[in-house]
């Protein structure tokens, strides 16, 4: 049979036949009580650590709910990241503004986001009135979804309202920042009555983007549709003549603060690149290392 890890590398009342690290959401095979195979991810959700390789946060999710409260005010450059984060792993990002009962024209706030992230779903939620619970419900219809977003956006609030009882642990918010307490420490995945699951992620700071993600592109697909009339095929967009997204930027047709959010997070894709092939040179140089060593030790009669 199968059954879902639904905690961090975690199974109850079975042991492990192999050593591969399992992340909340696997599917695995179990029998006699004991892990036979873990099933091929559909989708991984992980981020860069940076010299430390990469954290699976998720595995096999199918939405991705960018969460940030209305209580504060809201980023875009961070928003649009979370976005692009989820769309790395071919998962389908909606947002989600949270404590609409705490302004008084929440409407607004969904004119204001949406187009930073054009044809991505934008859902207000309120945890104290019930509303837009049902919408994050239909969303998921029998799928996998998980929270990302900064702490104090009440995504573990949203998961008990979700589940109609206390699963998660919640936390106060400080009144300075409206920021909150990591009160979720560790993924947990929920199974939703009626189906479909959740995952409730601690709160994160930052996400870097994949070196290899697709997320920028589908962010800034208006962007990367002016591409393809430019003149030239490796038009970098700077200084070649005839750039098509050039003249789309100088007349208004894509705004200034998207064009420089589209530099910004192609530059920062470029490094995680460069970054991610360092890690490769140096891991195949200490296994060379290793390799010649034990070759070494053989010739000397040492092993």
Partial sequence: MKVLVAGDGFVQHVTFSRSRPLAVGDWVLIDNETVTAVLERETILVRDTGE?????????IDLVFVMFGADRPLKQRKLMRFVAFAGDIGATPIVIISKTDLVENPSALVEMVEPWV???????????????????????????GTFIGESGAGKSSLVNALMDEEVAWTGEVRETDAKGRHTTSARELHLLPGGGAVIDNPGVRSLGLHADGEGVEGLFFDIEQWSLECRFRDCSHATEPGCRVRAAVDTGEITDDRWTA???????????????????????ARKEAAAAQRARDQRDGII
Avoid: C, M
Wanted: no cysteine; net charge negative; proline share 2%.
């Fill in 262 to 284: 589209y530099l910004h997070f192609v530059d920062e894709q470029n490094s995680a690149a460069t970054r991610l092939a360092d890690r490769d040179r140096r891991s195949t």
């Fill in 118 to 144: 054009p044809g991505v779903a934008v859902v207000l939620t309120s945890v104290e009135d019930g509303s837009g619970i049902a919408d994050v419900f239909d969303a998921l219809n029998g799928r996998t």
């Fill in 52 to 60: 430390f390789g990469t954290q699976v946060i998720g595995a096999n």
